[in-house]
């Protein structure tokens, strides 16, 4: 099991951009595949990307492509998601999750989540 923590959400004007961070202890942080959610108010919660261990593979949602960059240092513990040009549509709290499968993550599941971080975006 690890523990995770999300930073860096925040308020932006539309084409602005952020860096969100998950911070991982617990577990060999490097043994999960990690990924990113968001929820939107009223809406269900959307996988965003995830990255394999070892950052050999990334994928991502099609609405986020070009747009949002994924990566980790597992010398950090850390996993980060780099949003460019935000628009209001990605308002919603982000979250980070781990799973030994990245499959798992990408039919929306996840062993372990932390609490997110809120992004909003004006336009």
């Known amino acids: 099991q690890v523990q995770l923590v999300e930073s860096g959400g925040g308020s932006v004007q539309a084409g602005g951009s952020l860096r969100l961070s998950c911070a991982a202890s617990g577990d060999t942080y490097s043994n999960y595949c990690m990924g990113w959610f968001r929820q939107a108010p009223g809406k269900e919660r959307e996988w965003v990307a995830f990255?394999?261990?070892?950052?050999?593979?990334?994928s991502y949602a099609d609405s986020v492509k070009g747009r949002f960059t994924i990566s980790r240092d597992d010398n950090k513990n850390m996993m980060y998601l780099q949003i460019n040009n935000l628009n209001p549509e990605d308002t919603a709290m982000y979250y980070c999750a781990a799973d030994f499968f990245c499959v798992t993550l990408l039919g929306g599941g996840g062993s372990d989540w932390g609490q997110g971080t809120q992004v909003t975006v004006s336009s």
């Open positions: 990255i394999s261990t070892g950052g050999s593979h990334t």
